[in-house]
């Protein structure tokens, strides 16, 4: 259980990396335009944050400890913590750290770290206020950003989230599909409620190996009367990855709803 393995486990920890350091995401879109039309962009890769690091002038018991986890993580990992961000990050050194003197029985140690997708997490980030997106139903281009299968509907209103949705007919084949495709940690599902709305089955699986991260779950979208769109099912255990969440009608309902419609409205990814 190498994510149990800290780095720098408190904010005064002496192996805590010196402000000024550069963290940024790297590209993970391959992006391109024909001639006269416009972008487009398609996800390609799941990588994490990266943080360029610098311990300056730290005395000989701290550049050795460095010295020694960077050789016990060559070909593991362990965690770093942003504390300015209280985010916990998996992954390791991207190479060998650099150690120059810096007189005085100094020395100061430089080194990239970068996260790696996939592992497990000491801590998995919940703060979706402050780290999170919404995936809609569309983009602001009119292009779709879930994907159909069967029969959907098209519909806007100001309770649904982003004031527009994807819905069933009322009484739905069963053969209606809709998946969102993203690149992060864990999501949750936004939709209103009404009162000839059905039961929706939601899952979740990891792109890159097919696996189960959320077995498929039932989600109740009846209410009374309309009611605005809200986190309905919340899945934040999961590494960095990209990651298929998929909705299909179950053809049950609440007992006091009068139909079987379902919906696809917006996801939430934490990144």
Known sequence: MSEQNILNPSATSLLNFD?????????????????SGKDYS?????RGRTYELTWAKRDLATALALQ?????????????????????????FDGPLTYSPAGFNQWTIRGRFI????VAMFSYPTNWTR?????????????????LGGTWAFNQNASYHGGSQYNTALAPSG????????????FRLWSAKNNA????????????????VLAATNVDLYAASLTASAA?????????????????PTLTKNASSSNFLVTADAIEVMQ
């Open 131 to 147: 780290d999170a997106m919404f995936l809609e139903e569309r983009n602001g281009f009119g292009e779709d950003l879930v994907k």
């Open 197 to 212: 709305w059905g039961i929706a089955q939601v899952s979740a699986t990891r792109v890159s190996d097919g696996s189960v």
């Open 232 to 248: 309905l099912l919340t899945k934040s255990d999961l590494p960095l990855g990209i990651y298929r969440v998929k909705i299909v």
């Open 115 to 118: 996260e790696l997708p996939g």
């Open 42 to 46: 398609r996800l390609q890769l799941a």
């Open 19 to 35: 402000w000024g350091y550069s963290e940024g995401l790297p590209e993970t879109d391959s992006v391109w335009q024909a001639a």
């Open 175 to 186: 053969n209606e599909t809709a998946e969102w495709l993203y690149l992060g940690y864990g």
């Open 68 to 92: 020694q986890w960077e050789r016990q993580y060559k070909r593991d990992f362990f965690t770093l913590v942003d504390w300015e961000k209280s985010r916990y990050f998996t992954g390791r």
